[in-house]
């Protein structure tokens, strides 16, 4: 769960088990209600594995990541790219 305030440059950022992610504007979220169903954030496939973090993000954040294997990956998240809610992206490795 994350806080969004009103009219923030905001985006929701998603990564992946396998190292996709890709960053969301807020509007294409519906508002939901107690009892919602929820709505598909990504496409979900063995290729890009399950989500494992998501955040609420701006231009001018940096993130790091951390592999099972130790190494640590920093991305400026003016360098995720944009895509639609239900898409899938390519892996950050190679951004």
């Not at 509007?27 to 496939?45: F, L």
């Amino acid at each position: 769960m994350e806080t969004i305030f009103p009219n923030s440059k905001c985006t929701l950022l998603a990564i992946t088990k396998n190292g996709f992610g890709k960053r969301t504007d807020l509007e294409e979220y519906r508002v939901q209600t107690r009892g919602g169903k929820g709505v598909i954030t990504y496409k979900i496939t063995p290729r890009t594995g399950e989500i494992v973090g998501i955040r609420i993000v701006n231009e001018t954040d940096d993130v790091m990541l951390i592999t099972d294997t130790g190494t640590i990956i920093r991305l400026n998240v003016s360098n995720i790219s944009v895509l639609g809610r239900s898409t899938q992206r390519c892996n950050i490795n190679e951004n």
